[in-house]
């Protein structure tokens, strides 16, 4: 499963959210009746947030845990108040008895809520970022990340590593479950007052307000609005972006894809996944890499793409091609990118021991997006396909 670490600012912002079971982003206010490239990132985390993810939270250089994700009615994230996904600036006055985090301040600026529980409960006792890191180094690839962001995904490895590190420094706990060492629990009245709220259907995630803004025709203006459309589409059972792209069991975006540096030099890829095998977690039969591009492609996005392409060969898949499935997705793309695209793409590489094998790969497609303006979302089709 995957995990969530949440950055708090406060020791009572900690209690508050751990007690009443919820949590909520802080997001500046729209620009000119238009969501900034970083709230459209926000959104994104929480379209693929599903139920059984872990929860954690960051606060003066110290990790708490362990929580889990859970569904209250259909689904784990909900707008904190309806039409909080619309890029205006209600008055708080009238929503006062509409918002499922309470009514304060920073009410309408947390725009997007998750919900989750204590798993098997949340430890008093924070364990410090450095002791974290240094208890499984080679699992941590996306904490190290960690850099003026509100929260962060990862995946079932690095997860699990969070989960060893808390459950031994706190192995006591778990046989003596005082108080002493656990938060106390509340949600489930807060939980339920938030499920006689969201009957109405007017709570529920929607990507629409972040395309209808920024489109020119069948374009869209700003590459994370498409990021973030692709990865609700998929996460929400979008029937054309799945005949493209496949399903997923996870899915992120904007993840680390090149050694570690100063955080603003990092490569990231655009959108990255997998699949289990027969659903048998941790077991991964298939990763996904997606390069995103709003304009026309170049043959210098495919480079790109492959780049990428061969950095989750090397991290991810133990050197085997197979199993990655890559796309490439813009507007339009240059004549010398599809007539060249199987000559750019090809891996030669050898698998097995006793005996070896040599393999070609060349799974990559080409997608052509169109915004579609009368059904408010993003259309896909393949226009190339180097196998």
Request: with cysteine; glycine share 6%; hydrophobic share 35%.
């Amino acid at each position: 499963m995957a995990g969530y670490l949440f950055g708090l600012d406060s020791e009572k912002s900690l209690t508050e959210c751990i007690q009443s079971g919820r949590y909520s982003t802080r997001i500046s206010t729209p620009h000119n009746g238009i969501w900034r490239i970083a709230q459209e990132g926000t959104f994104a985390d929480y379209s693929s947030m599903k139920e059984g993810d872990n929860v954690y939270f960051f606060i003066e250089r110290k990790i708490y845990g362990i929580g889990r994700l859970k569904n209250i009615g259909e689904d784990c994230k909900y707008l904190n108040f309806p039409a909080a996904n619309q890029p205006t600036t209600p008055n708080r006055r009238e929503l006062q008895n509409l918002f499922l985090t309470g009514n304060t301040p920073d009410s309408i600026n947390q725009r997007f809520i998750c919900l989750f529980e204590p798993f098997p409960m949340f430890f008093r006792n924070g364990i410090d970022m450095d002791d974290v890191l240094s208890s499984s180094p080679e699992k941590f690839k996306i904490l190290r990340v960690f850099w003026k962001l509100s929260f962060i995904k990862f995946g079932d490895e690095e997860n699990q590593a969070f989960r060893d590190i808390l459950l031994r420094r706190n192995a006591q706990a778990l046989i003596d479950r005082g108080q002493a060492n656990r938060f106390l629990r509340h949600h489930r009245t807060f939980h339920q007052t938030i499920l006689d709220k969201i009957d109405s259907n007017n709570y529920r995630l929607d990507v629409t307000p972040f395309l209808n803004t920024i489109n020119s025709g069948t374009l869209i203006k700003h590459e994370m609005a498409i990021e973030a459309s692709l990865i609700y589409q998929l996460s929400n059972g979008d029937n054309n972006s799945i005949n493209v792209f496949g399903s997923w069991d996870y899915l992120s975006h904007q993840v680390v894809a090149s050694p570690f540096k100063p955080v603003d030099y990092i490569d990231k890829m655009d959108v990255f996944g997998y699949a289990y095998i027969l659903n048998e977690k941790p077991t991964i039969g298939k990763y996904l890499v997606v390069e995103l591009k709003k304009g026309i492609v170049t043959e210098q996005d495919l480079l790109q793409l492959m780049k990428y392409v061969d950095w989750v060969k090397n991290e991810y898949s133990s050197g085997d091609y197979s199993i990655i499935n890559a796309f490439l997705v813009g507007h339009d793309f240059e004549e010398a990118c599809v007539n060249n695209l199987r000559e750019i793409v090809q891996r030669n590489y050898v698998y097995g021991v006793r005996p070896s094998t040599t393999a070609v790969w060349r799974n990559v497609k080409l997608v052509k997006y169109r915004y579609i303006v009368d059904e408010e979302r993003i259309n896909y089709d393949i226009v190339a396909d180097a196998n």
